[in-house]
């Protein structure tokens, strides 16, 4: 068990546990493929990769990466996606299904838990917050955010729908209206509404300004973006909420909650500027569009949707960005191509007529005119080559041989290698020069890629015998009913990997197969804890998503043939080294030792017919 899981009653652990589908957990971040046996995959959200090896058994509500070794239940996955403990997983886990927790003290009666985890108290505080500020939008004061929001298109049903709200003209009236609601001064500070004051009390972070509430995947308000509105406020036209435990701004993307469905979908994301901007794409018709909050899109971004585009080698998606035309936007465009690598699938620039961003677009032409954008988009290589190129003057030598230097490796960066001869094509045809110089100067700059070799390809299949040992393993975890009462009578002597006999130790610690009541996660998480081999720990979590070898519905004579195989490995191994021995012995001068030899030598062969005879059927 998990190490502090003593403070929840363990019966209602195993009610979470029982009421929380992992799929639709791991699916509000992770989009999820049918991947055979019943399991689903994607891209592991705990480490970056081109081909999905992220797996799912809803069956027994477990996950497990091949690619990480990241594995575990609903709670493990909360914890190790999401930065939470143990109890803020639960206490999550627990809201969604419904079910009042019941905590234990010290030789003392289950109470209720006085106080949640600070992640859930950071949370709370902004969901009062965001409501406060939603209130504030229709009083007298705000009407200048009302007008900001109306002159851009959007009404009171559009202002609702998006959350927006409106911070007061006052040092401390939000701080005053949480502190009544029960949250501390330090709460308030740490979750970034609040900061310190010179006089030593707190202040509200955002005075006089337009709101947006800026939610994560699972759609909990983590933030506020606000938008300055008068001319007295010195500050800066947009202010972000800071770092905080809960809000980390190179994974945030505004929109994302409302995007996600769309994304996962559509198989495609718009990459805008700004909120008014995802607010315009998606009242036209455009409901992938997302913005960073505060900062440039980056790698963690990238993270973030990939997983929600499942972008690998065999799946694809597009990313689109929507950059102004002006000279910001085209650096801007051009920063983005370096990170295009990052992305297997397909990436594109929209930039609009009259270089409008797209909140502009839709006020002086229209929905259609935001998608038509978006559906004119080009790919983001051409963008970044016609770019680089136009700096230079080509009508001079110097200026093409330049412009050949700088765009050279951009087609060098190009993913896909069968693009490459003919991008280098186009770009000595758009510089008026020979291909050869051209396409030299594409290969010294893949040459010259520090990009790493391409990672060695995994080992190769196991040995026939250490694939029947592992699927020994999953029966006695996937199907511990079934298989328990052949499995625990098949000793660890019968494994000849290290890691397998300390997995098999582990499973007769925990009580042996037969003793599981039902498989899923209980019972292979009580396996993992009893495992002393810190390899076999993640190897359990492995075996239990990995489907077994097997067409159709595991049946006992399955389980029969599959154990009658594992002891006629270990058996033959025994049998090969007792003739190896005997055939070292002087059956005159070692008597003795050479007839017991013998005796069991015939003993085991025995053993190995009567076990192949059980075995005939194959895995």
């Known amino acids: 068990m ?50 999905p090896s992220f797996t799912v058994a809803p069956a027994r509500n477990v996950f497990y990466c091949h690619g990480c070794g990241q594995g575990g239940d ?19 886990l627990a809201s969604r299904a419904g079910i009042q927790l019941r905590y234990e003290t010290d030789n003392s009666p289950s109470v209720p838990r006085p106080q949640a985890g600070q992640r859930q108290r950071l949370l709370a505080a902004h969901t009062e917050a965001a409501e406060f500020y939603r209130d504030q939008l229709a009083t007298p004061g705000a009407r200048k955010a009302r007008e900001f929001l109306a002159q851009r298109g ?19 009236t939000l701080a005053k209206h949480l502190r009544q609601k029960g949250f501390t001064a330090e709460e308030l500070n740490t979750a970034g509404l609040t900061k310190p004051a010179r006089s030593g009390s707190i202040i509200d972070r955002f005075r006089a300004r337009l709101l947006w509430p800026i939610k994560d995947l699972t759609g909990d308000v983590i933030g506020f ?10 500050g800066p036209k947009y202010l972000n909420t800071p770092e905080t435990p809960i809000y980390k701004k190179s994974h945030v993307l505004y929109g994302i909650d409302l995007a996600k469905r769309e994304i996962a979908k559509r198989g495609r994301a718009v990459i805008v500027e700004g909120y008014t901007d995802v607010m315009a794409c998606h009242e036209a018709g455009e409901p992938t ?89 080009e790919p983001l290589v051409d963008f970044a080559l016609r770019h680089t190129i136009a700096r230079f003057d080509l009508d001079t030598v110097e200026g093409r041989v330049e412009a050949m230097r700088r765009a050279a490796p951009l087609v060098a960066k190009i993913k896909d290698r069968e693009k490459r ?25 893949l040459r010259g890629d520090s990009g790493g ?22 029966l006695a975890l996937q199907e511990p009913v079934l298989a328990g009462p052949m499995f625990d009578v098949v000793g660890p002597e019968n494994y000849g990997s290290p890691v397998y006999q300390a997995i098999r130790a582990a499973i007769g610690e925990a009580g042996g197969a037969s003793s599981a009541s039902a498989g899923g996660v209980v019972w292979i998480e009580k396996v993992r804890d009893v495992c002393a081999d810190l390899a076999g720990k993640g190897l359990i979590s492995e075996l ?47 008597k003795d030792e050479y007839l017991a030899l013998a005796g069991e030598l015939f003993s085991l062969e025995q053993q190995a017919r009567a076990l192949r005879d059980q075995a005939a059927g194959g895995l």
């Not at 009404?155 to 007061?168: D, H, L, N, S, T």
């Not at 973006?225 to 010195?234: H, P």
């Not at 196991?462 to 020994?472: D, H, I, K, T």
């Not at 067409?551 to 025994?574: E, I, N, W």
Request: aromatic share 6%.
């Open 2 to 51: 998990y190490a502090v899981a003593g403070r929840v009653k363990d019966e209602d652990i195993a009610l979470v546990r029982d009421r929380t589908s992992i799929a639709d957990i791991i699916g509000e971040s992770v989009t999820l493929r049918p991947a055979g046996g019943g399991n689903l995959k994607g891209l592991c959200p705990f480490h970056d990769e081109k081909t």
């Open 74 to 92: 609903a709670i493990k996955f909360l914890m190790d996606a999401e930065h939470l403990s143990f109890i803020e997983s639960i206490e999550r």
């Open 154 to 172: 959007f009404g009171r049903e559009a202002a609702q729908r998006y959350g927006c709200g409106f911070a007061p003209d006052n040092w401390d």
């Open 225 to 234: 973006g606000a938008r300055k509105l008068f001319d007295e406020d010195d």
């Open 289 to 377: 569009a997302v913005a960073t909050c505060g900062t440039a899109f980056g790698i963690d971004h990238i993270g973030v949707l990939r997983r929600l585009l499942m972008d690998s080698d065999s799946f694809t998606g597009e990313i689109i960005y929507t950059f102004d035309g002006d000279a910001a936007g085209q650096k801007a465009a051009l920063r983005a191509f370096e990170e295009d690598q990052r992305f297997v699938g397909r990436t594109f620039i929209a930039v609009s007529p009259d270089n409008m961003d797209p909140c502009e677009l839709r006020l002086a032409r229209g929905d259609l005119a935001v998608r038509d954008m978006i559906a004119g988009r």
């Open 421 to 445: 001869p003919e991008y280098a094509r186009k770009l000595a045809g758009d510089l008026g020069m020979d291909l050869e110089p051209v396409q030299r100067a594409v290969n010294s700059a």
């Open 453 to 474: 070799a391409r990672p060695a390809a995994r080992q190769a299949a196991e040995a026939p015998q250490r694939l029947v040992e592992r699927e020994s393993l999953k």
């Open 544 to 590: 239990s998503v990995e489907p077994l070898r097997v067409d159709g519905v595991v049946d006992p004579r399955y389980v029969q043939v599959t154990l009658a195989r594992l002891q006629v490995g270990s058996v033959t191994t025994r049998i090969r080294e007792l003739k190896s021995k005997v055939q070292r012995l002087n059956p005159v001068a070692h």
